[in-house]
C-alpha cells in the first residue's frame, strides 16, 4: 500500500508565482550592480600589483554574476516545474471528480 500524496493547486501556483518573483529580483539587484559596483581599473593605482588587483576582482565580479545569474535560471526553471504540478494535480483532481460523479449516477457507488 501506497501513501497518496495530495497538494493544493493553487498553493503550488502561489509557490511558482514567488519563485519566478525571487528570480526577477535577483536579476534585478544583478543588474544594478554591475551598473554600480565595477571598480575601473584605474582606481587600483599605477604600482605594480595594481594591474593584477584589477584583473582579479573583474574576474571574481564576472564569476559571482555568472553565479546569480545561474541561480536565477534554475529558479526559473523550478517555477515552471511547480507550475506543471499544479496543473497536473488540477487536472487529476478534475477528472477524478468527473469519475465520481459518473459513478454516483450510474449507482455503482455511493455520493461522497
Do not use: H, W
Request: proline letters at 4%; charged letters at 30%.
Amino acid at each position: 500500500m501506497t501513501d497518496e500524496l495530495r497538494a493544493s493547486p493553487a498553493l503550488l501556483a502561489v509557490l511558482s508565482r514567488d519563485t519566478l518573483a525571487v528570480a526577477k529580483n535577483r536579476r534585478d539587484a544583478l543588474r544594478t550592480l554591475r551598473s554600480d559596483a565595477l571598480i575601473p581599473a584605474s582606481a587600483f593605482g599605477n604600482i605594480n600589483p595594481a594591474a593584477s588587483a584589477s584583473s582579479a576582482y573583474e574576474d571574481v565580479y564576472e564569476a559571482a554574476g555568472t553565479g546569480v545569474e545561474g541561480i536565477a535560471d534554475v529558479l526559473d526553471r523550478d517555477a515552471d516545474l511547480v507550475l506543471r504540478t499544479a496543473f497536473a494535480y488540477q487536472e487529476t483532481d478534475a477528472d477524478e471528480a468527473r469519475k465520481q460523479a459518473e459513478a454516483c449516477r450510474c449507482g455503482t457507488r455511493e455520493p461522497l
